[in-house]
Nanobody, 119 residues
Framework: QVQLVESGGGLVQAGGSLRLSCAAS????????MGWYRQVPGKQRELVAR???????NYADSVKGRFTISKDNAENTVSLQMNSLKPEDTAAYYC?????????????WGQGTQVTVSS
């Protein structure tokens, strides 16, 4: 099974930028979609950005205009460029991939990377 490994998290001041990367151990071109999710303690994991196999994208309203998701099928990577970061963007960020299964689809997850935005 394909494994996902995130990198690029860290501490940044408000207004700054970070770029998260997700490296897949196998091909991502066959995945239905890939996405970035985030979670803070005590809250549900929420979608940040998603990109389909056809490269259509959608974003959470809270990050529109600030974050950009992209993928490189040749390198089997998905990235999230985060600009104009705000303290409320602080969370653990997870890379996810939607794979086809015999019964439909399923999601696979990375281990997460922490993003902390200081005010």
């Amino acid at each position: 099974q394909v494994q996902l490994v995130e990198s690029g998290g860290g501490l940044v001041q408000a207004g700054g930028s970070l770029r998260l990367s997700c490296a897949a151990s196998g091909s991502i071109s066959s995945m239905i979609a890939m996405g970035w999710y985030r979670q803070v303690p005590g809250k549900q994991r929420e979608l940040v950005a998603r990109i389909t196999s056809g490269s259509s994208t959608n974003y959470a309203d809270s990050v529109k205009g600030r974050f950009t998701i992209s993928k490189d099928n040749a390198e089997n990577t998905v990235s999230l460029q985060m600009n104009s970061l705000k303290p409320e963007d602080t969370a653990a960020y997870y890379c996810a991939g939607q794979i086809k299964t015999m019964y439909g689809s399923s999601w696979i997850w990375g281990q997460g990377t922490q993003v902390t935005v200081s005010s």
